[in-house]
């Protein structure tokens, strides 16, 4: 065989050799291409909890972060005390691996909720476990009988910060225990809300401090704890807020705040603009104090909305009892905290 034959063949076998690796070389994946289109992790199921209102979604949102789903069985803008349960209701119970209630009978929708929800796997965490409770006492004869009532103890332990504290160790506690994964998570999302609180309870006493012993009237019975903790006196007109109070019980609160020579009136949220006209007619202004039963939507079912609404009371409170001060240099402040409902039973 010739040299040239030699050659030719030889150059064919390095071009099918070149070939062949180029389309390999072709076909194998790049680091490029990696780093472009890395492997997703595989998604963790969340966790799904129910809450029954406004301080326990903001609570239980606090501790959970991103970890879990949070859904509300009462409309943001629906009182706890007026709520109806509905069909969708037992569904989202029947679905949750967790319930968090404030307890306390507050909440006096829940039982028949949760046998039709027939969900054994559900874990309810109430958050009143421990706390520090004051008996639900109705100090004024109302001259009518009380279809609704809260139970033994007053309820309202939320508008404490000292007792919020001890609400959110007990959700923390309950999550821990049915998702030990997310203790970490759980752990450190509390003690950064604990720590808000803590400031909330600080800034508090600080602004009431000066007024210690004091006493503010509201319209359903709301703030024996808030009072307790800032060593003030409260009062109030009717039980739970579907009351309707009695003429003799309107005529008494406007004697008290025409003889303590009132000049701000606390209203709740969405009373101010018919409140207004028995405020000008009595020459006082017009403020409020949110018991933080609803919020106005669902957007405002937040830590950060609780914790904003609360330090707006604070300063309402310490706005009423100062300027009554520096007006009259009283020795008894009164400050009125009341829906403009109850002025509106006939005399």
Request: hydrophobic share 40%.
């Amino acid at each position: 065989m010739g040299c040239n034959a030699l050659g030719a063949g030889w150059r064919r076998s390095l071009g099918r050799v070149l070939l062949i690796s180029v389309l390999l070389g072709g076909c194998a994946p790049t680091q490029t291409t990696e780093t472009e289109t890395p492997t997703e992790p595989v998604a963790t199921p969340q966790l799904t909890v129910v809450t029954t209102f406004l301080p326990m979604t903001a609570f239980t949102k606090a501790v959970v972060g991103d970890r879990a789903t949070v859904t509300q069985l009462v409309p943001a803008n629906v009182d706890p005390h007026d709520f109806q349960a509905r069909p969708q209701d037992v569904q989202e119970i029947n679905r949750a691996a967790a319930l968090v209630k404030n307890g306390l009978d507050m909440e006096g929708f829940l039982g028949s909720l949760i046998d039709n929800a027939d969900n054994p796997n559900l874990k309810i965490i109430d958050s009143s476990v421990g706390v520090a409770t004051l008996v639900d006492d109705e100090p004024h004869d109302h001259g009518h009988t009380h279809d609704h009532s809260h139970g033994e103890f007053n309820p309202h332990i939320w508008l404490d910060p000292k007792r919020a504290v001890q609400q959110v160790e007990n959700i923390r506690d309950g999550l821990i225990a049915i998702d030990p994964e997310g203790a970490e998570i759980y752990r450190a999302n509390a003690a950064t809300f604990i720590d808000e609180l803590r400031a909330l309870d600080a800034e508090a006493q600080a602004k009431l401090s000066p007024f210690a012993g004091k006493t503010f009237v509201v319209y359903h019975d709301f703030a024996p704890y808030f009072a307790d903790s800032y060593n003030l006196q409260v009062d109030f007109l009717v039980g739970v807020p579907e009351e309707s109070p009695a003429p003799a019980d309107v005529r008494r609160v406007m004697e008290v705040v025409q003889t303590s020579q009132l000049k701000t009136l606390l209203t709740e949220p969405g009373q101010e603009q018919v409140f207004a006209s028995l405020a000008q007619d009595m020459g006082v202004k017009v403020s409020v104090f949110d018991p933080l039963e609803t919020a106005p939507s669902v957007a405002d079912l937040t830590p950060e909305y609780f914790l904003a609404t609360m330090r707006q009371n604070i300063r309402n409170l310490a706005t009423a009892f100062g300027t009554e001060t520096q007006t009259y240099r009283s020795p008894q402040s009164v400050a009125v905290v009341w829906p403009v409902a109850a002025l509106r039973p006939a005399f």
